[in-house]
């Protein structure tokens, strides 16, 4: 059982959830930065965070199929871009909510940073999921 939270007394969040509460006895999954790498470990879409960004939630759907959960039963997020521009972040966002990451708005936290771990590497996210009893 996942509840998402609003805070009313907090700025409204454009498309996020303040926190996620996981009811106990729930299993939860810490999964790995999901990175903008094919299966022969290519880098995708050089020099396109919107290309690296669906290659990238396209991977961590197989990251969350392996522990036996899906996209839906994420609960949290890290998105980290290289970029210093909003705009490109707002993009990089875009795809994501896009992607049907989540129930509902999932916590999470999108940030500029200066360089990730592959060279030409635009975009990786981690992700926190709940994985559904069998």
Known sequence: MIRRITVPSLFAPP?????????????LAFLAGSVPLDASGELVAPGDPVGQTEQMIANLAE????????????????????TDSPEVIATVWDV??????SR???SSTIMGVTCLGYPGQLVE????VAVPRD
């Open 15 to 27: 498309a996020y959830a303040h926190a996620s509460v996981v009811e106990a006895g729930t299993r």
């Open 125 to 128: 996210i981690t992700a926190t």
């Open 104 to 106: 509902g708005p999932h």
């Open 63 to 82: 990251q969350a199929g392996a522990v036996g959960a899906g996209l839906e039963d994420v609960v949290y997020t890290d998105v980290y871009v290289v």
């Open 96 to 101: 994501v909510r896009a992607s049907g990451l």
